[in-house]
């Protein structure tokens, strides 16, 4: 199968083999490789024309790759060739001086064969193992455009410092509804503004998880759907805002393909980098600020913590807000000005970030309604939530934390409102963010759903439970929800 992606070189569109994840020039480079190998065994009128046809093939492809850099993926893949290269070419060159051509008896060369073999297929596993993520197509009717912005708060110490100067900063990534914009248009890098900032982020991702980096150079190279400061889509209207917190260690990227989706819907979705916490953060000024935050392994000690690294991003919410409701009034410029409608706000998060957006909706009633993408209730259970809570999780399994969800449960049924959990089979906890498009499938890690069920699983959930409380849509949502897993109703006062 092939599909559509922007090429990350220079923004042109280009061909994947979607099963392989491999682009064109590295599929023509495994069939030299192959090729080479092969013609050994073939009838000796064919071997001459294959193998200067792989050899042709491949240094072509080589060559190439070199401009445009070259995947680690590929060097299992060239390693193999340059074993095999020899033993093809001595035929061909000990025939054109004249002496007879020597090849090693069948039972000698087979295991060098299938040794050069394993070692060239090693390439298309690693691609397909770890790709570059190829984002999915958006559902929407709006294009989507991207900007980011960076705010201080200047009533806020900076409580992972020791500056008393030190004020809050925060980084905010924004997926609004846009304009179409012309064909050709580079589409936004992920996970940074620029190359050095998206390496930087995966270079720390990688670090924080205990990975190689190497293993990881694939989220550079990807473009997403989104247009950089792309025009803001006309019509009038006003639209509603969601707030994202990403997981313990994540960045405000973590779940493009997620806010994109809904940016397609209407939705202007603010994504929050949490310094000190997020495993990087790239300020304007071209500092890089890196996690701090580290558990003890001592799981009371841990909680403790937890729980204040959710009061800083709770608060870190809160101040968002109030600056998009400032930069939707026109006090602060922007293109966005007077398209923001601030009286119909979610708070979302993943993981810790779910946390923080429970945290931040009991503290303030400015939001209207909160989805936890698998994130445990960190901090007070008091006062109770006001607010719909959609709380999604992973299938529960017997290495679940125990008190996950009863916690969580207590906090549903505390609610003043309606709220929901939705437990999904077959996901697990990176599930709920971009982890699926560019990590191994496998189960344990990322869920057994598949790179093109998860997330849109993840996004047609949360649309119906956004378009339920900000928009009123009318339905049954309980009845939309349960057709992806098991649902379970908390309705208000159900725990008195």
């Given amino acids: 199968m092939w599909h559509r992606v922007p090429r990350p070189e220079d923004g042109r569109v280009t061909e994947i083999i979607t099963g392989l994840y491999m682009s064109p020039l590295e599929f023509l480079a495994l069939v030299g490789a192959v090729a080479l190998v092969v013609a050994r065994w073939l009838p000796p009128s064919a071997r001459p024309r294959v193998t200067i046809a792989a050899v042709a093939v491949l240094v072509l492809s080589v060559i190439v790759l070199s401009v445009v850099g070259i995947r680690w993926q590929m060097l299992p893949v060239l390693a193999g060739a340059a074993v095999a290269l020899p033993f093809a070419l001595s035929p061909l060159l000990r025939r054109r001086t004249g002496r007879p051509a020597w090849r090693a008896r069948w039972w000698l060369a087979l295991p060098g064969s299938l040794a050069c073999v394993g070692l060239i297929a090693t390439g298309p596993v690693a691609a397909w193992a770890f790709p570059v993520p190829a984002f999915p197509e958006l559902s929407g009717n709006f294009s989507v455009g991207t900007r980011v912005v960076q705010w201080t708060d200047p009533h806020r110490p900076e409580t992972f410092t020791t500056d008393p100067h030190d004020r809050r900063t925060v980084v905010v990534q924004l997926w609004y509804p846009a304009r179409k914009s012309p064909a050709g248009t580079q589409r936004a890098q992920y996970l940074g503004r620029t190359e050095h900032e998206a390496r930087t982020v995966a270079d720390a991702l990688a670090d924080y998880v205990g ?15 989104s247009v950089f400061n792309a025009s803001v889509a006309g019509g009038g209207g006003r639209f509603p805002v969601v707030l994202f917190s990403p997981g313990s260690g994540g960045t405000r990227t973590q779940n493009t393909a997620w806010a994109e989706e809904l940016a397609s819907h209407g939705y202007v979705v603010a ?43 709770a608060a870190d919410l809160s101040f968002v807000l109030t600056q998009l409701d400032r930069l939707g009034r026109g006090e602060i410029t922007d293109p966005l000005t007077g398209h923001l409608d601030t009286s119909r706000v979610a708070v979302t998060g993943h993981s810790m970030g779910g946390a923080a957006a429970l945290q931040a909706a009991r503290q303030d009633h400015r939001f209207d309604a909160v989805i936890d993408l698998d994130g445990y209730p960190h901090g007070p259970t008091s006062p109770s939530l006001d607010q719909p809570v959609l709380a999604l999780t992973q299938a529960i399994t017997p290495g679940t934390d125990p008190r996950y969800i009863p916690r969580l449960v ?33 189960p344990s890690m990322v869920g057994s759903l598949g790179r093109t069920e998860s997330p849109h699983v993840v996004a047609a959930t949360t649309l119906a439970f956004l378009d339920t409380t900000l928009r009123h849509k009318p339905g049954d949502l309980a009845d939309v929800l349960s057709a992806y897993g098991d649902l379970s109703v908390y309705p208000p006062g159900n725990s008195r």
């Fill in 410 to 442: 207590k906090t549903l049924k505390s609610s003043t409102a309606t709220s929901y959990r939705l437990t999904i089979p077959g996901a697990a906890h990176l599930t709920f963010m971009d982890g699926p498009l560019y990590l191994p499938p496998v």
């Fill in 211 to 225: 990975l190689p980096g190497f293993l990881v150079d694939g989220l550079p190279r990807a473009r997403t759907h």
């Fill in 271 to 313: 994504a929050l980098d949490h310094p000190y916490d997020s495993a990087a953060v790239v300020l304007t000024d071209g500092r890089t600020i890196h996690t701090k935050t580290v558990s003890t392994g001592d799981r009371d000690k841990d909680d403790k913590l937890a729980a204040a690294w959710t009061a800083v991003r």
